[in-house]
């Protein structure tokens, strides 16, 4: 039972445009929702997160959405760089530490 | 700050045997997670420990476990390896006193059985 799903395996951008990459859930007992980035041979950097409370949330190029009705969150990336390349993975927690995630994205910003 | 250190970063193991992996907190974090990345199955929680205390355990087999000191370094043990082992197993560790804190995790290790 996969509760949480990335249903793209992969997107192409172009550098300077905008990135969104998509994420749904089943479970309703989620309450915090988290974006990781990872690089090869590393482990996943936390990047942005919303509390189920909020609907939107934002750090510098980095915005999360939430929409609880639709059960999906996004991560919209503007203006996307180069560097940005990665495989992204959505989060979801019900209690303490444990953490559900999707399959991941991965993302190619091309020069 | 240091982020969380985990060692060794590459191990080769046989089929049979245990092995014993080591995770090390960020400073003031005193939750630390397990969780196991292979391409089969994504990454998946294996544990979590919290004031030396086992909090939470996902569906893995008894042959995984592990324990936390009272510095809040973390072991985990694998017992008679199997082929399907072969992962990597990443460590976190997060303010969990602190409410909806991140989890931040270390570069793990590769483990490979053969």
């Keep these: 039972d996969q509760q949480v799903k990335q249903n793209s395996p992969s997107l192409s951008v172009q550098e300077g445009r905008i990135s969104i990459l998509n994420c ?3 479970n309703s007992m989620f309450d915090y929702f988290l974006w990781y980035k990872k690089y090869p ?19 510098g190029r980095f915005t999360v959405f939430l929409n609880k009705s639709a059960k999906h969150l996004s991560l919209h990336i503007v203006p996307s760089q180069p560097g940005d390349s990665a495989v992204y ?3 979801a927690r019900t209690s303490g530490s444990r953490l559900t995630f999707g399959e991941g994205t991965q993302l190619t910003v091309n020069p | ?19 014993t992996l080591s ?5 003031g974090h005193r939750s630390v997670s397990w969780y196991q990345q292979t391409p089969g199955q994504g990454l998946q929680f ?19 476990s592990g324990r936390q000191f009272s510095n809040s370094r973390s072991e985990m043990n694998v017992s008679t390896l ?11 560790s997060s303010r969990r006193d602190r ?11 590769r483990l490979t059985v053969t």
């Design chain 1, 24 to 26: 749904d859930y089943t």
């Design chain 2, 46 to 64: 294996l544990f979590e420990y919290f004031s030396e205390t086992q909090r939470n355990k996902g569906n893995f087999p008894g042959r995984f």
């Design chain 2, 23 to 27: 995770c090390s907190p960020i400073s």
């Design chain 2, 1 to 19: 700050k240091a982020g969380v250190t985990q060692t060794p970063r590459y191990l080769i193991k046989t089929r049979g045997q245990q092995v």
């Design chain 1, 41 to 59: 041979a590393e482990g996943p950097t936390f990047l942005i997160s919303i509390s189920s409370i909020k609907d939107k949330n934002e750090d």
């Design chain 1, 89 to 91: 993975f959505c989060a």
């Design chain 2, 82 to 92: 199997e082929l399907g082992d072969s992962a990597l197993y990443l460590c976190a």
């Design chain 2, 99 to 109: 409410g909806k804190s991140p989890l931040h995790f270390g570069n793990g290790t």
